[in-house]
């Protein structure tokens, strides 16, 4: 959405997730013990509104057919001694409150909630590793769900949209 | 965000929140006891990828000088029996889960979780009321936070995008 105004200045409190933003391509792959492995294209893309966090949204698509898959959207907080907070939202009826710690250009997070609306599957817990090599982006999710342990559950390469 | 594919038809499911689809812009106000009462410029956003939800983002600017404000983002799902099911990120580190019903174009949901990052302030409730009578969209957010009892805090009305 435009606001009708110049650009904003990034906000020195998100510089340092500034590696992020930008609009990031690629493939992924989702595992569970509950479902058939599948592989995915996504986008992702970071941005900022001159406030301190970027804003965040991705969606995935199945590499058999392109029908539609996962989304997901929330804003990603920096705060002081490179700790991240993260909210997010997502279709199936859950949203995160994740929260770890930044090191170089590696985030590690892990959920401090898991909310779920009444008709949602049950998810106990989440972790997110991220982490940016020049123009690559890597990123595992691990998920405890429906009465499995916390274990991997997504893994994905993306690399940064010229 | 494209999907690289032809436009997808609007999941039947979906239909039910048909009625939101588009571009909403408008003014709105802002009070609580905690603070200074504020006007504020709104554009709101509803759109779907062909799956039984709709995807929401928002933003809004002062009025008074055209700083970014407030900004939320995330999924309304609509179930059986008009009930309909709302999950967001708030960047002020906040989540919501909220269920309400609808009633024609009116919806009515309260927060049955309101979750927090541990730096954000404390929010033990929401409630939200959004009207549309033709390409008008009123609302009105109630909330409890920060020790206060659950009160309005926005009222706003936009109308739909050419």
């Known amino acids: 959405m435009s606001s009708g105004a110049p650009p904003l200045a990034l906000h020195p409190d998100a510089r340092a997730l500034?590696?992020?933003?930008?609009?990031?391509?690629?493939?992924?792959?989702g595992h569970y013990p509950t479902i058939a492995t599948f592989g995915y294209r996504e986008e992702a893309r970071f941005w900022h509104v001159g406030k301190p966090f970027?804003?965040?949204?991705?969606?995935?698509?199945?590499?058999?057919?392109?029908?539609?898959?996962?989304?997901?959207?929330?804003?990603?907080?920096?705060?002081?001694?490179?700790?991240?907070e993260l909210v997010i939202a997502i279709?199936?009826?859950?949203v995160e409150v994740d929260e770890g710690t930044l090191h170089g250009t590696t985030l590690v997070l892990s959920s401090r909630l898991v909310g779920a609306t009444?008709?949602?599957?049950?998810v106990t817990g989440v972790t997110r590793q991220l982490e940016v090599d020049g123009d690559v982006l890597r990123y595992v999710v691990s998920m405890a769900a429906v009465g499995e342990p916390l274990q991997e559950h997504l893994t994905a390469e993306l690399r940064r949209a010229p």
């Open 118 to 122: 009444s008709t949602a599957k049950t």
């Open 91 to 94: 279709p199936t009826g859950h």
């Open 54 to 84: 970027l804003a965040y949204s991705q969606r995935t698509w199945a590499l058999d057919d392109g029908r539609p898959l996962h989304s997901e959207t929330g804003y990603w907080r920096p705060k002081p001694d490179g700790v991240v």
């Open 18 to 29: 500034e590696f992020l933003l930008g609009t990031w391509v690629g493939e992924g792959q």
